[in-house]
Nanobody, 124 residues
Framework: QVQLVESGGGLVQAGGSLRLSCAAS????????MGWFRQAPGKEREFVAG????????VYEDSVKGRFTISRDNAKNTGYLQMNSLRPEDTAVYYC?????????????????WGQGTQVTVSS
């Protein structure tokens, strides 16, 4: 099973940017689809973005389209989420996830491996 560790969260003002990283170990990442999810206090975990095994296919939740970019570097066994034009409503714990499959799932229950999460706080 692959192990995932997120980093890059923090406090930023509205309109600012952050880049989250998801480092994988235990298995090579190129056989896994990756996803980013977030969970705000009192809310369910929601899909943010997903990327296929080669990095060519991507999918985004509507509210982050045009602001967030998901990418991956299989040579470094790392995935990324570039977040621009951040809004207070983006405040949440962000998790990366992985699944050994060929399509990009949007349901959190469809992912096998999870990181511990990294806090993103956007102030107004």
């Amino acid at each position: 099973q692959v192990q995932l560790v997120e980093s890059g969260g923090g406090l930023v003002q509205a309109g600012g940017s952050l880049r989250l990283s998801c480092a994988a170990s235990g298995r090579t990442l190129n056989t896994y689809v990756m996803g980013w999810f977030r969970q705000a206090p009192g809310k369910e975990r929601e899909f943010v973005a997903g990327i296929g095994r080669t990095g060519i296919s991507t999918v985004y939740e509507d509210s982050v389209k045009g602001r967030f970019t998901i990418s991956r570097d299989n040579a470094k066994n790392t995935g990324y989420l570039q977040m621009n034009s951040l809004r207070p409503e983006d405040t949440a714990v962000y998790y990366c996830a992985a699944r050994l499959t060929y399509y990009i799932p949007k349901g959190s229950h469809e992912y096998d491996a999870w990181g511990q999460g990294t806090q993103v706080t956007v102030s107004s």
